[in-house]
């Protein structure tokens, strides 16, 4: 095993890459040796961080909802580098409301992001690992999709819905190399989640959590590094809670 949980030789792709948590697991991939490519609805955004990795980051531009977009951005992404080694889907968004005024207007397009995009783009880099033989796919789920949370109705469907996604991946996929896990992090203090979660509503949340404290971005990008690497190559359809004990309540 290589304990230093290298990367190098591998090209690792990550939806929402040009920010947050996608940012973060970007980083530490690259740190650690591999190939990034970022794809990001905001592209401009996507090429900014690629540059600032340098060689051989690329950037491409991706909207996960839109199956000729998911095409088009792998076919990009392989023509580029030959191979996806490791998927990360980490694009997301979380807008809130309570149950009885949630409307399709935010229903619709937390499922069609969250969820429908991670199975299409798992499915277009799945048929090209499967092909190849081998890969890590890892999905970001939530601590929303095994504890209810208030105004998350929307929220907390899709990511339960992406662990099932995970677990039949796993499943179908398994024996022949390809291996599909989720993680499954608390309140995250990324740029939106210190916007999200300051003051009152953040502090009592805060001490639900055992450790007493939210989530690091890095934190979430270091257990994303032991799922890519061959460290973790006889784990599969797990889901790891990032959470500080919140689900051991």
């Known amino acids: 095993m290589d304990l230093e949980f290298g990367l190098t030789g591998k090209t690792a ?61 792998v076919a990009a992404v392989i023509g580029d580098a030959g191979r996806i080694d490791v998927l990360v889907n980490s694009a997301g968004i979380g807008p809130l409301a309570p149950a009885e005024d949630l409307g399709l207007d935010v229903w619709d397009p937390t499922l069609a992001v969250n969820l429908r995009g991670t199975f299409l783009v798992a499915q277009a880099v799945g048929r090209q690992m499967l092909a190849q033989g081998g890969g890590s796919i890892i999905n970001l789920a939530s601590q929303a999709a095994s504890a209810a949370l208030d105004q998350h109705a929307a929220y907390c469907a899709s990511k ?20 599909t896990n989720a993680i499954s992090p608390t309140v995250v203090m990324t740029e939106l989640g210190r916007y999200a979660w300051t003051g009152a509503k953040g502090d009592a949340f805060r001490e639900l959590i055992p450790a007493g404290r939210f989530a690091e971005p890095e934190e979430i990008a270091a257990a994303a590094l032991f799922l890519a690497s061959d460290n973790s190559l006889m784990i599969n359809g797990i889901d790891l809670p990032v959470d500080g004990g919140f689900l051991a309540r």
């Open 160 to 179: 339960a819905g992406v662990l099932g996604l995970t677990r039949v991946l796993a499943l179908e996929w398994g024996g022949r190399g390809v291996r």
């Open 13 to 73: 792709l990550i939806t929402g890459g040009a920010g947050g948590i996608g940012w973060a697991i970007a980083q530490t991939f690259a740190g650690n040796g591999a190939r990034v490519a970022i794809a990001d609805l905001n592209l401009d955004g996507a090429t900014d961080r690629a540059a600032a990795l340098g060689a051989p980051a690329t950037a491409y531009r991706l909207d996960v909802t839109d199956p000729a977009s998911v095409t088009d951005m």
